[in-house]
Structure formats: structure tokens, C-alpha cells
């Protein structure tokens, strides 16, 4: 007796499940009526009565049909404010019912007649307090009835449809579903969630914890709701923020982890960033008042040293309040370690360090790039796999759901929008939805807490195709196969492959580079300087190569077209009064172009290598750091600083300047060198392409090899051009 009651009566939280248990049979239609709606009670009911047809009656004291449309619009903009995984799928799943499945009308007779009833085809007719909301089905203490009578569901079913065809009851179908489709139209929950997040952002902001703290702007500070909602989430506990360079990752990722330490949920910080940015990211941890520690993320590769064994032991006292970020997360991309057919994959040590701590610890991580995409998807999954293990899928396709979580991971780079450990970012998005217009020059801003504006750059992209130097001498002697080598292994991503032709990479490389580059590996091949077992005798080589080095040695800076360019794109931007930055990807190239640019007079030119005795080094980072101040004294300069002094306005760099640091001083880029993969050109831009204090135009120009036609395309010669398509 007790069981059938429980069947047919319930007064507690959990409504759904009481309704749920009456159907033992899909219902050809559900008739429902309720004084309100929302679309995340729509969405959990539909979850449970599959594809059938339901009909839902609303009343609402309002007498007006915009009304009603504006509450339900405003109800679903508050639920995506509140942002879980599945809001974009509940709105998209609701605008294609509307007008099949699903009618929803308002009824203006039932002004301040709130009655709630489902009725579940000819099965039952359930009575009660329930509305068909979230806290109508789940979290409220409702009062439900079910009658199985067929004369009761006769008279509720009646009832029903009398209003449901009254002449004054009105439908909004289309009205609604026309509106719902408009935001859909934003593309992506991301997207739908950035927007509505925006435009319901009110309240004052979190006071500063001191002077120096970097209040978010308010794109940030939607961004920086998102990360700690994942990061705090114990479901979760992980986050990926992929934002377009310049748009304060260090900023967000400091201000999320104030909140996660004003929640409570956070007491700790570890940070790795590369090494030219770990004073900013203390100077910002500082001025939030947070407890941490900075590391240089290279040294995570580390076996041993004193670095590394600071890192050892800072992650071995992390606990479930420690936070780890991991900064220019894509330098863990690989991780997967050297092996062979004994052993097998193994994790590179850096990964494995982060992975095994959270494991054992419970630690939230934090990933930051702008590039997490080089050539393959496990670029992505392999970072993804520094998060908790939370996932609820597995991210080997095939695999069986044998466990109740597995590391979070996609199918491919599209999916990535709509993870729920993703937060992705971009340039064009936020001028799109968050700057305004400067009326003087047209320009978009965005306004920032401290009251000042900062611009949007314009961007002009050139490529300048340039001639390779000794090309028929250097195609030949390539072309031969002169520096063939005997087989050895190489490691390709975590693979030994076996090649022969790594001196012939090496010198296309530097080919494409620089004269004094190609010099210096030719004749390093000749005196035995290299790791490779040539095919061809010493004394072949000499006499082989020999020819070539000569015409080396007597090319000039006046013969070097690609030089002279380079010193046309510099006497433009200084005609203009702007600063410039060349990236050379050789170290050779940057002293051979500091030497070049210095017979020609050209004054106010740095360069983070120098010309040692061994040969071309990178100076000491401190030094580095000087160049860049006073290069850059406008970036590098703290709100309410002094400045550095300007003593710089050109300066040549190599890609251990390409990441993280800011050098939008300058508005022009040269790109003398092409790199290896796409991500790093991105990087590169992503030091100048930066807002601004006032409205400018940022020029990038690209150095592509020119190679003639009449090379056929299997010749070995045609290096830098196979390199130039794969990017």
C-alpha cells in the first residue's frame, strides 16, 4: 500500500523523476501546462520523453504577447550567463522543435492562473505545483498528483485542449523560434556564452587588491567568469584559454586565480612560463597578493640542476588548493618520448611531472596559448592531457568505456570550440562584440578599468619574394647529391625514422637564410664539424665544395638582394618614425645582418646575438632584457613607472623572442627567415599585433625564397620551396 502511494503522490524536491517513472510507454503527445518556462526545464524533460510531440501551454500575468517573449529571452540569457556544457545544445534543441514537436502559446485568459499539469498522452495526467523549469523539476519542494483514471485524463486532456484552441490564446511559435535562431546565428556556445555574458555583466567590478593589480576589461573579465567556473568545477578542475596574443592571457589567468582565492578553492600558484616573461608574470601574482612561485617552463625537461630541483619540490608539497599554469602551453605539445620496439612510447619528463602530480594531488591546471595547433591533432590532445583526467569519453577511438574518466581530448580543431575544458578567443571576436568606434578616426577601441582606451591595430601583410645567393652553384652541388650521408636515425615527433639527407636540410635551411649561414654550415661539412658519416671522402668534399665557399667569400652585401630589401623596409618604417623587429632564424644571419646594417650607417640597431669567439650565441638573458626595455620602453613600463630610456630603434631577434614577451613599440615586422612551422609566424606577429594606445597600422612582411622555374620538382635543390608549401 505504502509503494502505490509513493507512485501516485510526491511532495519533494525531484519532481522529473516523478513524472519520468509514469511513463512506461512513449506517449504520442504530452500536453503540458505550466505558469512558467525555461529553456533548461524544457531541455532536461525533452532527455527524458525522447522525439515526442509536446504541446506547452504558458500563463503569465502579463497581458502582453512581447511580454512573455522577452521574459523567456531573458530566462535563457541568465541560464547562458550561468554557462554549463550543454546550454548551446538546449536552445539549438528548442529552435528546431518549435513549430514540429513543440508549440508554445500564451494564454490570456489564464491571467493569474498558474495551474501546472502534464499530461502524458492517455497513460496519466499528473497535477500539481511543479512548473517546467530547472527548480520546478529539480531543486524545488513541489506538491504532484498522478491520476491514471481514464475519465480523469479524459477531463484534463478536455480542459486542455479547450485552451489550448481558444481564440484568445495567442501563439509566439514562429516570433519565438525567430529569436532564438538569431543568437543561434553567433555560430558557437563560446560565442552565445561571450555574448550574453557581456551583455548581462553588471555590479561594480572586485576591488583591486593593490595599486599595481591589472583590472580585467570587461572581455576579459567574461573570460576570467568562464576559466574559474572550470577551474573550481570538481568535475572539471582543468582549463585550456586559447586567446589571440595581445589579448591579456596573463592578465586573465592572475585575475582567475584572485577568485579562485577569494572562493577558497585555491591557496597556491605554480607557474611555467618561458624565461624572457617570468618577471611580468611575478610582477602580476604579486599585485593580486597571491601566494606563488615562477618557474621557467624549459627546465620542466630538466633532470636535474638546482632549477629543477626547485620544480620537484614545488610540485611535490602541491596539493588540491594548488593551482599549476602552465604558460605557452604548446611547448608540451610533444609528449610522447624517443622509443623503440623494446619499450615502447614513454612520456617526455616534463609532461610526465605535471600528469603524475595532478593525479596524485588533485591539483587544478591552467593552460595558456595562443597556438596550441602546429601540424597534427595530438598537438592539442597531448597539452589536453596535462588537465585533471575528468573526461567522460574516451580519447581513443575504439576504446571502451571501461573507467569513469579519461583525459580530455578532441576529434579534431573544430571540436575544440565546444569542449567543456575550452575557453577560445580571438582578435576579430572581441572587436566584433566589445569595441566601440573613435569618431575622429574611425579606428575600434575597446575602454579599459583605468580609464584608458586602447586600439584595435589595422593590418597591411606583404611578401616580398628574394633571390637565393650562388643559386645555380649551391642547386648543383645539391642536385648531385654531393653532401649525401650514410643513413642514420633521427628522431621525428617521438619516432626514430632513418635518413640520409640531413646535411642536405641543413644547408637548403641555411641557403634560404643567409650568405655567411650557408658559409659557415658549408664549411663546417668540409672540416668534419657534424654528426654525419659522408658518403663522399674529405678530399672529395674539399674539392666539391670548395668553389661554392670561394663564390661565398667574395659575395658582398651589395649583391645580396634579400639584405638590400631589408634595408628598404627599414628606411620606410623610419621615414614614418616607426620601430621595426627582424626575425632571423639564424644566429649567424642576425650577426651578418647587424654587421651589414652597421657599413651602412644605420644607428639605433640591437641585437640579442652576439659575435663570440665559438661562434654566434645568444647574449646572456639579462642582457636580452635590457635590449627589450629599452627597445621597447613603452611596453615594458608598469602603469605609474618610469620608463627606460629609448636607445633602440631596430632590433633583430631570433625565435627565442617569439613567444610571450611584448615589443608593440614597434608597428613593423620582418620575418627574414621563414620558420619551421606555421605557429611560430603567428608568434612572431603576436609581439606587435597588439592593441594600442592610439589608432595605427602594423605592418608584416614575409621573405619567401624565389627559386627558378626550370628546376625540376623532385631535385633536391627545390628544399626551401617544399618548405615554403608546407607551411
Not at 228 to 245: C, H, N, V, Y
Not at 416 to 424: G, K, Q
Not at 442 to 452: I, L, N, S, Y
Not at 643 to 672: H, K, M, R
Request: proline share 5%.
Amino acid at each position: 500500500m505504502g509503494d502505490t502511494i509513493k507512485q501516485n503522490h510526491h511532495w519533494d524536491r525531484h519532481t522529473l523523476a516523478f513524472i519520468a517513472d509514469q511513463i512506461t510507454r512513449r506517449p504520442d503527445l504530452v500536453r503540458i501546462a505550466t505558469g512558467f518556462f525555461s529553456v533548461p526545464g524544457y531541455h532536461r524533460l525533452r532527455r527524458r520523453i525522447g522525439e515526442t510531440n509536446a504541446h506547452i501551454l504558458v500563463g503569465f500575468d502579463e497581458d502582453a504577447r512581447e511580454s512573455l517573449t522577452n521574459a523567456l529571452i531573458e530566462e535563457i540569457l541568465e541560464e547562458v550567463r550561468g554557462w554549463h556544457t550543454n546550454r548551446y545544445e538546449a536552445i539549438k534543441d528548442l529552435a528546431a522543435a518549435l513549430g514540429s514537436r513543440l508549440r508554445l502559446t500564451e494564454a490570456r485568459m489564464r491571467i493569474r492562473d498558474h495551474a501546472k499539469v502534464y499530461i502524458l498522452g492517455e497513460e496519466a495526467a499528473i497535477v500539481g505545483s511543479s512548473n517546467l523549469s530547472r527548480g520546478g523539476l529539480l531543486t524545488n519542494y513541489e506538491a504532484n498528483t498522478v491520476l491514471r483514471e481514464p475519465a480523469a485524463i479524459r477531463f484534463w486532456t478536455a480542459a486542455f485542449d479547450e485552451r489550448w484552441h481558444a481564440p484568445d490564446t495567442i501563439d509566439i511559435t514562429e516570433e519565438l523560434r525567430a529569436r532564438l535562431l538569431a543568437w543561434l546565428q553567433l555560430s558557437t556556445p563560446w560565442e552565445v556564452y561571450l555574448r550574453a555574458a557581456f551583455l548581462l555583466l553588471d555590479g561594480p567590478p572586485p576591488l583591486k587588491p593593490s595599486a599595481r593589480y591589472r583590472q580585467p576589461t570587461e572581455y576579459q573579465q567574461v573570460v576570467v567568469n568562464r576559466i574559474s567556473k572550470q577551474l573550481a568545477d570538481p568535475e572539471r578542475r582543468g582549463a585550456f584559454l586559447i586567446a589571440s596574443t595581445g589579448l591579456g592571457k596573463t592578465i586573465m589567468a592572475t585575475a582567475a586565480a584572485a577568485e579562485l582565492d577569494r572562493l577558497g578553492v585555491v591557496n597556491q600558484v605554480l607557474v611555467f612560463a618561458p624565461r624572457l616573461v617570468k618577471e611580468e608574470w611575478s610582477q602580476r601574482l604579486r599585485s593580486a597578493r597571491l601566494s606563488a612561485e615562477v618557474f621557467t617552463i624549459d627546465v620542466l625537461a630538466r633532470s636535474s640542476g638546482v632549477s629543477a630541483a626547485k620544480i620537484e619540490d614545488a610540485l611535490a608539497n602541491s596539493d588540491s588548493k594548488t593551482l599549476i599554469i602552465i604558460d605557452e602551453s604548446h611547448r608540451l605539445r610533444n609528449r610522447l618520448a624517443l622509443s623503440d620496439s623494446r619499450t615502447g612510447p614513454l612520456l617526455r619528463l616534463a609532461s610526465q611531472r605535471i600528469e603524475e602530480t595532478v593525479k596524485s594531488t588533485g591539483s587544478r591546471v591552467l593552460l595558456l596559448t595562443a597556438t596550441p595547433y602546429a601540424a597534427e591533432i595530438s598537438d592539442i590532445t597531448n597539452q589536453m592531457s596535462l588537465l585533471p583526467h575528468t573526461g567522460k569519453e574516451p580519447n581513443v577511438s575504439g576504446m571502451l568505456s571501461l573507467f569513469p574518466s579519461y583525459p580530455w581530448s578532441v576529434g579534431k580543431v573544430e571540436d575544440l570550440i565546444e569542449s567543456p575544458v575550452a575557453t577560445i578567443l580571438n582578435t576579430p571576436f572581441v572587436a566584433k562584440h566589445f569595441a566601440r568606434v573613435d569618431d575622429e578616426s574611425g579606428a575600434q577601441f575597446v575602454d579599459f578599468p583605468d580609464g584608458t582606451k586602447r586600439f584595435f591595430p589595422r593590418l597591411k601583410l606583404f611578401r616580398a619574394n628574394v633571390e637565393l645567393p650562388c643559386e645555380a652553384n649551391i642547386a648543383d652541388l645539391l642536385n648531385r647529391r654531393v653532401l649525401k650521408h650514410r643513413l642514420v636515425s633521427t628522431p621525428i615527433r617521438h619516432e626514430w625514422r632513418k635518413r640520409d639527407n640531413l646535411a642536405e636540410s641543413n644547408v637548403a635551411t641555411a641557403w634560404a637564410s643567409s650568405p655567411r649561414d650557408l658559409a659557415r654550415t658549408l664549411r663546417e661539412i668540409v672540416n668534419g664539424q657534424h654528426d654525419y658519416s659522408m658518403i663522399l671522402s674529405p678530399e672529395q668534399l674539399a674539392d666539391a665544395i670548395g668553389p661554392v665557399l670561394a663564390e661565398l667569400e667574395n659575395f658582398t652585401y651589395e649583391a645580396d638582394r634579400k639584405f638590400q630589401i631589408l634595408r628598404s623596409v627599414i628606411k620606410h618604417a623610419r621615414k614614418h618614425g616607426q620601430k621595426l623587429v627582424v626575425y632571423s632564424e639564424r644566429l649567424e644571419t642576425a650577426v651578418y645582418l647587424e654587421q651589414g646594417l652597421a657599413k651602412y650607417g644605420a644607428e639605433r640597431v640591437a641585437s640579442v646575438v652576439e659575435n663570440a669567439e665559438a661562434g654566434a650565441q645568444l647574449k646572456p638573458s639579462k642582457d636580452v632584457e635590457k635590449l627589450i626595455d629599452h627597445f621597447a620602453p613603452l611596453s615594458s613600463t608598469e602603469p605609474g613607472g618610469t620608463s627606460p630610456d629609448d636607445l633602440y630603434d631596430v632590433l633583430l631577434a631570433t625565435d627565442a623572442l617569439s613567444e610571450g614577451i611584448n615589443l608593440q613599440d614597434a608597428s613593423f615586422l620582418v620575418s627574414y627567415d621563414l620558420a619551421w612551422t606555421a605557429d611560430t609566424i603567428i608568434q612572431r606577429a603576436g609581439r606587435i599585433m597588439r592593441l594600442w594606445s592610439e589608432p595605427r597600422t602594423i605592418e608584416l612582411y614575409a621573405f619567401v625564397p624565389q627559386q627558378g622555374t626550370d628546376v625540376p620538382h623532385g631535385e633536391v635543390s627545390r628544399l626551401p620551396v617544399r618548405r615554403l608549401r608546407r607551411l
